[in-house]
């Protein structure tokens, strides 16, 4: 079974510019998570969808921080306008669905590097 | 408010001996799961143990296993016969019927050959 996939593993980007992130779940998940994780910090959630839609994006700055997951499948994170502070990992996550806590699968993540 | 704390920042174990990771948790939930995960250097984050705090019976997952005291509000991770792999970076985490992992701030453990 493959697993949650993301792209690109790696984004070096300037203050200001834009820049978006992919994430393709584990076949057949409806459930699909972005994290912020902070150098020396434990992941933050930054948004859940079930299927296409949000169930919670409490923790998402909304300014400058989207998400979509428009067909139930894939999603994608954009920031825009970057600040130095976005700097992190973004891991995206899924699990079958939110019953009984169901495991979280995560992705490899996506190092950005904002200067 | 949830909380997860993780004393220990950094700790080593010799090749083939015995360590145990904190953790300590709060939440006003009654009906919640306990985690812990391991993310190594390719950042990674992969599971290693859940418990369900229902269940009193410690969760054991082959050299993996933790002491759940839940009225203290402890988790802790033992890892037996501690193998180079072992070292990562290992995060504790709680989540409640929103679906929504609370991470701690993670505990550095490298194992020394």
């Known amino acids: 079974e493959a697993g949650v996939a993301q792209s690109p593993r790696y984004k070096i980007i300037e203050k200001r510019q834009s820049v978006a992130f992919w994430c393709n779940p584990i076949?057949?998940?409806?459930?699909l998570y972005w994290y912020q994780q902070i150098l020396g910090q434990g992941p933050k959630l930054l948004i859940q969808f079930q299927n296409n839609g949000v169930v919670d994006d409490s923790q998402l700055p909304k300014d400058r921080f989207s998400a979509e997951r428009l067909k139930g499948v894939d999603s994608t994170l954009k920031i825009q306008p970057a600040k130095l502070e976005d700097s992190a990992v973004y891991l995206c996550?899924?699990?079958?669905?939110?019953?009984?806590?169901?495991?979280?699968?995560f992705g490899p993540g996506t190092r950005l590097t904002v200067l | 408010a949830q909380t997860v704390t993780q004393s220990q920042p950094e700790m080593s174990v010799q090749e083939a001996e015995t360590v145990t990771l904190s953790c300590t948790y709060d939440?006003?939930?009654?009906?919640?799961?306990l985690f812990w995960y391991k993310q190594p250097p390719s950042r990674q984050m992969i599971l290693v143990i859940r418990q369900e705090a229902y269940k009193q019976q410690n969760a054991t997952e082959n050299r993996f296993s933790v002491n759940f005291q839940k009225a203290a509000k402890s988790f802790s991770l033992k890892i037996s016969d501690s193998q180079l792999g072992d070292t990562a970076m290992y995060f504790c985490?709680?989540?409640?019927?929103?679906?929504?992992?609370?991470f701690g701030t993670g505990t550095r453990l490298t194992v020394i050959p």
């Open positions: 076949s057949g998940h409806a459930t």
């Open positions: 939440t006003s939930e009654n009906n919640y799961y």
């Open positions: 985490a709680q989540q409640t019927g929103a679906n929504n992992l609370f």
């Open positions: 996550a899924s699990s079958f669905s939110t019953g009984s806590a169901d495991t979280q699968y």
